[in-house]
C-alpha cells in the first residue's frame, strides 16, 4: 500500500464515465511477435482515492449518475470543455426521477456530515453561538443554501472544485514530501544532541555511509524514454526487446483497456526504475521518498506527453512522443538523492514553527493539568462536605434515640414502631 494513493483517475470527474461507458479503439498486434497477452476483464476497476476530502461523495455521486441512460448518452458525447464549464451539469435536469432523488438523498447525507465535522471542531475549541449555516459556505462542492435537493448548481460546483483541488494536489503533495524531509532532518539532529560526543560521532558515521550506500545503485533510465520503456517490454512484460513496438506496448500497459493511460497506468511502469534505488528491506532506503520519487517521474512524462492536459495519454499523443528526439536520446534523469529538498535557512524556519507548535500544546496542556487539579479540589471539597453532612445526620439520630423520639426515615419522615 502506497504512502498515500497517488492516483487520480476521475481526471476531470465525470470524464470518467467513459471508463465503463465507453470501449476501447481496437488495437492490432502482431500476434507473431507478442504471446501470452491475456484481455482484461471488462469488470468495473475500482477507483483509488482522490485524497479529497469529499472524495466519498464525489464516488456516490458519479456511481448514481452513471445509472442514468440519457446522462450517460450525453457523456459519451461531451468533450472535456463541455464536462469542466459546466455546460453538462444542464443534462441533470432530465435525469430520471429515481437518479435525482438518491442525489437529494446524496447531498443531505453530505451537509450532514459537515455540520457534524462543523460541531466536532466547534467542541474542541469550546466555542458556542456559531451559525452552522454561515460556516457551510467553507464549502465549495455542494450549495449550502439548498441543503435538501441536489441540483444542476450542485454538480457544477462539484465538478469545478474537484477540477480546482486535483490540479493543486500535486504540489501540495510536494510541499508535504518537503515538511517530511525537514522534519525527519529535525528529529536526527534533535537526537544528536541527546548523544556524547563519542556516540554522535558514530552516529554521524553511520548516516554517511548509509547515504553512499543508498546512493550506490544501477543507473536509472529516464523516464518515458525508449531505453526506459524498452526495459519495461523486455523484463516486465518478457518480450524481445528487438521487437519492441510503441503502439502494443500502449495496448499492453492499457490495463483497463479505455484507451487512455491513465495516472495510474503510468506509475506502474516506473516500478522497475524504482526498483534500482529502492528496496523495503533496506535500512538506507526511504519509501516514502520512493513514493515521491514515482509522483515525479509520473508528472514529468505528463509533462511530456499529455499535449491537451486532460491528465490521461491517448494513443496519439503517446506516439508523437516516441517520434521526439528526447525520446531516443534524453538526458540523464536526476534521482532524490542527487537533490537538495531544502535550504539551512528553510529548516530554521520550519524549526521555529515547531517550537511555537510545541509551545502553544504545552499551554493547552497546562491549562487542561489544572482544569484537572480544580476539578479534583472541588471532587474533594464536596466528599468532605458529604461526609461531614452524614456525619451531622448520625449526630442527630444519636441524640433522637436518647431522647426516645423515633428515627427519622431517608425524606426525614418519623418512624413508628408498633407496640406488641
Not at 500535486?170 to 560526543?197: A, C, I, Q
Not at 547515504?211 to 529516464?222: I, L, M
Not at 506496448?249 to 534505488?277: I, M, P
Not at 511555537?356 to 500544546?361: G, R, S, T, V, Y
Request: with cysteine; aromatic share 8%.
Amino acid at each position: 500500500m502506497r504512502w498515500r494513493t497517488l492516483l487520480l483517475q476521475y481526471c476531470f470527474l465525470l470524464i470518467t464515465f467513459l471508463l465503463t461507458a465507453l470501449e476501447a479503439v481496437p488495437i492490432d498486434i502482431d500476434k507473431t511477435k507478442v504471446q501470452n497477452i491475456h484481455p482484461v476483464e471488462s469488470a468495473k476497476i475500482e477507483s483509488p482515492d482522490t485524497g479529497l476530502y469529499y472524495d466519498e461523495y464525489l464516488k456516490q455521486v458519479i456511481d448514481v449518475l452513471e445509472t442514468d441512460k440519457h446522462f450517460r448518452e450525453k457523456l459519451q458525447k461531451a468533450d472535456i470543455e463541455e464536462i469542466k464549464s459546466g455546460r453538462l451539469s444542464k443534462e441533470l435536469d432530465l435525469v430520471s426521477h429515481h437518479v435525482r432523488t438518491k442525489l437529494d438523498e446524496l447531498k443531505r447525507q453530505e451537509v450532514g456530515r459537515l455540520r457534524m465535522l462543523i460541531k466536532a471542531k466547534l467542541d474542541s475549541i469550546q466555542d458556542i453561538g456559531m451559525d452552522h449555516q454561515a460556516l457551510l459556505k467553507q464549502f465549495d462542492h455542494l450549495n449550502h443554501l439548498n441543503p435538501d435537493k441536489f441540483e444542476s448548481t450542485d454538480l457544477d460546483m462539484l465538478i469545478k472544485a474537484a477540477t480546482s483541488d486535483l490540479e493543486h494536489y500535486d504540489k501540495t503533495r510536494h510541499e508535504e514530501f518537503k515538511k517530511y524531509e525537514m522534519m525527519k532532518e529535525h528529529e536526527r539532529r534533535e537526537y544528536l544532541k541527546t548523544l556524547s560526543e563519542e556516540k554522535r560521532k558514530e552516529e554521524e558515521s553511520k548516516f554517511q555511509e548509509m547515504k553512499k550506500k543508498h546512493e550506490n545503485h544501477p543507473k536509472v533510465n529516464h523516464p518515458g524514454s525508449k531505453d526506459q520503456l524498452k526495459e519495461v517490454w523486455e523484463e516486465t512484460d518478457g518480450l524481445d526487446p528487438n521487437d519492441f513496438d510503441p503502439k502494443t506496448f500502449f495496448k499492453l500497459h492499457d490495463v483497463n483497456s479505455d484507451g487512455f493511460l491513465d495516472e495510474q497506468e503510468l506509475e506502474a511502469l516506473f516500478t522497475k526504475e524504482l526498483e534500482k534505488v529502492y528496496d523495503p528491506k533496506n535500512e538506507e532506503d526511504d519509501m516514502v521518498e520512493m513514493e515521491e520519487e514515482r509522483l515525479r517521474m509520473r508528472e514529468h512524462v505528463m509533462n511530456e506527453v499529455d499535449t491537451n492536459k486532460d491528465r490521461l495519454v491517448t494513443l496519439e499523443e503517446f506516439l508523437k512522443a516516441t517520434e521526439k528526439k528526447e525520446f531516443l536520446e534524453p538526458d540523464s534523469w536526476e534521482t532524490l538523492d542527487q537533490q537538495q529538498f531544502f535550504t539551512e535557512e528553510e529548516l530554521k524556519e520550519y524549526e521555529n514553527i515547531i517550537a511555537l507548535q510545541e509551545n502553544e500544546l504545552k499551554k493547552k496542556a497546562d491549562e487542561l493539568q489544572k482544569q484537572k487539579e480544580e476539578l479534583q479540589r472541588q471532587h474533594d471539597q464536596l466528599e468532605a462536605q458529604k461526609l461531614e453532612y452524614h456525619q451531622v445526620i448520625q449526630q442527630m439520630e444519636q441524640k433522637k434515640l436518647q431522647q426516645g423520639i423515633p428515627p427519622s426515615g431517608p425524606a426525614g419522615e418519623l418512624k413508628f414502631e408498633p407496640h406488641i
